[in-house]
């Protein structure tokens, strides 16, 4: 049985500009070097002379007018074809996967937007996106909130996104990224995955990174500023990573535009290189400035609290719109405001912009569009107001402004008070705090006393749902009340446990 082969297309060859045949067959074997084409033997080796290759190739009958068309090239042309079938640097791909053209430019429809297959531990990208071109993005996330990410994104309408630590995976088309930024409320930025491969040298690095399509992203006179980071990997120099990736993304775009430098005068595109356990991963921010940054908060408080990790707390409570929900020490408000925009159904990001906005890629009609979308979908004020109480009268008028400027003043009342003053409260309602715990706001002292005081108060609210932050290791202790429930997060760089303590479910009305 003979072996099949590729059929002769036209292409443009990088390396001469002339027209010349090109095999959709041909597949690259990796760091040998090697191509073939998806029968059995090779068909051309890099480093072989001209004629020995030829001849390999003469030696099959089903190759036979393909050498005779080959042989009739001037010596230059044969060389600049052998080099371009060869060359594992100029086939993105792994072994089974088609070539990509490395003159092809945004537009071409079926190239790869994702690297050869990670290793078994990591996730699993698709190599081509559908017809309806989705690409590859992960929603990063705080350590324990990717599971609320998840499901936000499961309630956005995206399909089965996959969850590793920080990170959660999903495939979307243009509108989908704007509906992600504007409605994801614990994530704290998006980015757009490029590749994913193994790195232990500079070369594989180097070469890899090469090999992916930036051209479908990264214009002529794009901006791509290169941050990095390493965890774990033989590659640990993060500003020789940065050195090396930024050479090979400057390297393909030289190749792919056909020119001698890139000016970087147009959009940002910031891409960062992340090696973990020597996987790296290469990825493009959509998103700029920090998802948390909401835009209604001009000044926080000594130790504000993170508006995503807020978010996710209200996330991770019973609470729902309708039953009444308790702050006693909210600070500048952001527990209260998170709350108030989730039960309105407010999207975060309505009244901010993003890095993708400058991307031709994601056109202004399509942010346009989900912008609108979005308002259309806010929900009246709410019928059971929010209480937030704090002993600092003017962080309370932070708290004021914010929430004027979210667009939620209407949905909470900010008390002068201090937690012991809250005694007039109905028989059912949550409590969510993030009090302080000796790390940035009281001392020690101060602070297990004040524990010992709120668990007193807590224990005429027996049938309230209560929900408390801290990083203090004794807290249940303090409390008098062992936790029904304990889920470690971070509050910025330090390390905390979420206390949940479960009440009964409220009767139904009527």
Same mark, same amino acid.
């Given at each position: 049985m003979q072996p099949e082969t590729g059929s002769a297309n036209i292409a443009d060859s990088p390396c001469t500009g002339t027209r010349l045949p090109r095999l959709d067959?041909?597949?690259?074997?990796?760091?040998? *070097?090697?191509?073939?084409?998806? *029968? +059995?033997r090779p068909v051309l080796a890099r480093g072989c002379p001209d004629r020995r290759v030829l001849r390999d190739v003469r030696n099959d009958r089903t190759d036979q007018r393909l050498a005779a068309f080959i042989l009739r090239w001037p010596t230059?042309?044969?060389?600049?074809? +052998?080099?371009?079938?060869?060359?594992?640097?100029?086939i993105p791909g792994t072994p089974g996967r088609s070539p990509i053209d490395p003159r092809a430019g945004p537009a071409q429809s079926g190239a790869s937007i994702v690297p050869p297959p990670p290793n078994p531990h990591a996730l699993e990208l698709p190599l081509t996106a559908p017809a309806q071109d989705l690409w590859n993005f992960a929603a990063v996330a705080a350590f324990g909130l990717e599971a609320v990410v998840?499901?936000?994104?499961?309630?956005?309408?995206?399909?089965?996104p996959t969850i590793e630590d920080g990170r959660v995976w999903f495939r979307a088309d243009a509108a989908g990224?704007?509906?992600?930024?504007? $409605?994801?409320?614990?994530?704290?930025?998006?980015?757009?995955?490029?590749?994913?491969?193994?790195?232990?040298?500079?070369?594989?690095?180097?070469?890899? +990174?090469? %090999?992916?399509?930036?051209e479908r992203w990264l214009g002529l006179d794009a901006r791509f500023p290169?941050?990095? #980071?390493?965890?774990?990997?033989?590659? $640990?120099?993060?500003?020789?990573?940065?050195?090396?990736?930024?050479?090979?993304?400057?390297?393909?775009?030289?190749?792919?535009?056909?020119?001698?430098?890139c000016p970087e005068t147009g959009p940002e595109y910031a891409v960062e290189v992340a090696l973990v356990d020597d996987l790296a991963t290469l990825t493009i921010d959509t998103s700029g400035e920090g998802l948390h940054k909401r835009g209604y908060r001009i000044q926080g408080g000594a130790a504000p609290l993170r508006e995503t990790l807020a978010a996710g707390l209200v996330q991770l409570s019973y609470w729902r719109p309708g039953r009444l929900l308790l702050d006693p020490f909210c600070g500048s408000g952001t527990i209260l405001i998170e709350a108030a925009m989730l039960g309105r159904r407010i999207p975060p990001g309505l009244n901010r912009t993003f890095a993708a906005e400058a991307w031709p890629q994601v056109p202004a009609p399509v942010w346009d569009a989900a912008r609108e979308q979005a308002r259309a979908a806010i929900l009246p004020p709410l019928t059971t107001r929010l209480l937030g109480g704090d002993r600092d009268a003017a962080v309370l008028n932070q708290a004021r402004?914010?929430?004027?400027?979210?667009?939620?003043? %209407?949905?909470?009342?900010?008390?002068?008070?201090?937690?012991?003053?809250?005694?007039?409260?109905?028989?059912? *309602?949550?409590?969510?705090?993030n009090p302080p715990y000796?790390? #940035?706001?009281?001392?020690?002292?101060?602070?297990?006393?004040?524990?010992?005081?709120?668990?007193?108060?807590?224990? #005429?609210?027996d049938a309230w749902s209560l929900y408390v932050l801290t990083a203090h290791p004794g807290f249940e202790a303090l409390f008098g009340r062992k936790a029904d429930r304990r #889920?470690?997060?971070?509050?910025?760089?330090?390390?905390?446990?979420?206390?949940?303590?479960f009440g009964p479910r409220p009767p139904r009305e009527g």
């Open positions: 067959g041909i597949q690259s074997q990796g760091q040998s *070097g090697t191509c073939r084409p998806l *029968g +059995t230059a042309r044969r060389k600049a074809l +052998t080099a371009g079938f060869s060359s594992p640097r100029g998840a499901r936000e994104l499961v309630d956005l309408g995206f399909d089965k990224l704007c509906r992600a930024s504007l $409605h994801l409320r614990s994530a704290d930025r998006i980015l757009l995955v490029l590749g994913r491969f193994d790195a232990r040298d500079f070369g594989a690095l180097f070469d890899q +990174t090469r %090999d992916l399509p930036w290169v941050s990095g #980071r390493s965890i774990r990997s033989q590659l $640990h120099s993060v500003p020789d990573c940065q050195r090396i990736v930024k050479k090979a993304i400057v390297e393909r775009l030289k190749s792919a535009w056909s020119v001698a430098w402004r914010a929430a004027r400027a979210a667009g939620v003043a %209407d949905d909470i009342e900010f008390t002068s008070r201090a937690a012991s003053d809250w005694t007039e409260l109905p028989a059912y *309602g949550c409590l969510i705090a000796g790390e #940035r706001l009281g001392t020690q002292p101060e602070v297990e006393d004040l524990y010992r005081r709120l668990g007193e108060d807590c224990q #005429r609210l #889920r470690k997060l971070y509050n910025a760089k330090i390390a905390c446990t979420y206390f949940q303590y």
